[in-house]
């Protein structure tokens, strides 16, 4: 399973746009790109997937160069409740009839007034 | 639709106690099943998944055990626990590859159990 990786916490301003990069430099031909977001004491919910280029969404957009080594997820305009861990995950989501999507550390995102 | 229960929310229970946390899935059918356990301020560490009745793997070494006696029933067991039990179990299903309500691999978490061991 390819291995990620994203910075450990990120601060911004409510109306501010937010872009979480995270990296994975093995990434293999049949693997996704998934993010989830995760509030405290909640499990995490997903936000977008991805294969390559571009894919957004009515919460998020995700972009994708090329190479598929990293990728970055887009949050328009943050507000004080887009505050939580974001978590950025790569598989192949139907390797043999199941997927097993490995979450790392995540994104703490902490949105200030 | 499909929905996704877990219980108990809450757990306190002493060292060398039994578990068990119960997860059901309601509007589906063959899920993939799957048990995580969130240390707090940690990442998600998967457990154990099903890919169906009695097909249970196991990702960590521990004393923690699971099994699926129903198609949509997932329990996660331990007869003795330990301190380092404690945390926050999620539940989760996706659908397989023959098809279901998402196209993709999405999973879809439960509430959530907290446990603490004392």
């Known amino acids: 399973l390819a291995k990620t990786t994203q910075p450990i916490s990120m601060d911004s301003y409510e109306g501010q746009e937010v872009n979480i990069t995270c990296s994975h430099n093995n990434i293999a031909t049949n693997d996704y790109i998934t993010w989830y977001q995760q509030f405290p004491s909640q499990g995490p919910r997903f936000i977008i997937q991805?294969?390559?280029t571009k894919v957004t969404n009515e919460v998020a957009s995700l972009f994708i160069p090329a190479d598929r080594k990293s990728s970055t997820l887009s949050l328009p305009r943050v507000s004080l409740s887009d505050t939580a861990v974001y978590y950025c995950?790569?598989?192949?989501?139907?390797?043999?009839?199941?997927?097993?999507?490995?979450f790392g550390a995540g994104t703490r995102l902490a949105v200030h007034p | 639709s499909q929905t996704i229960h877990q219980w108990p929310a809450t757990l306190v229970q002493p060292v060398g106690s039994p578990l068990s946390l119960e997860c059901t899935v309601e509007?589906?059918?063959?899920?993939?099943l799957y048990w995580y356990r969130q240390a707090a301020g940690r990442g998600l560490q998967l457990l154990f998944y099903s890919v169906g009745i009695g097909q249970i793997s196991s990702e960590v070494p521990q004393n923690l055990s699971a099994s699926r006696p129903q198609d949509r029933q997932f329990i996660l067991s331990s007869k003795k626990l330990l301190l380092s039990d404690s945390g926050f179990y999620l539940c989760?299903?996706?659908?397989?590859?023959?098809?279901?309500?998402?196209?993709?691999?999405?999973?879809?978490f439960g509430e959530g159990s907290r446990l603490t061991v004392l």
């Open positions: 991805g294969y390559k």
């Open positions: 995950l790569v598989g192949d989501i139907w390797s043999g009839g199941y997927n097993k999507l490995i």
């Open positions: 989760a299903w996706s659908v397989t590859a023959a098809g279901g309500p998402a196209l993709t691999g999405e999973l879809f």
């Open positions: 509007g589906t059918s063959n899920p993939n």
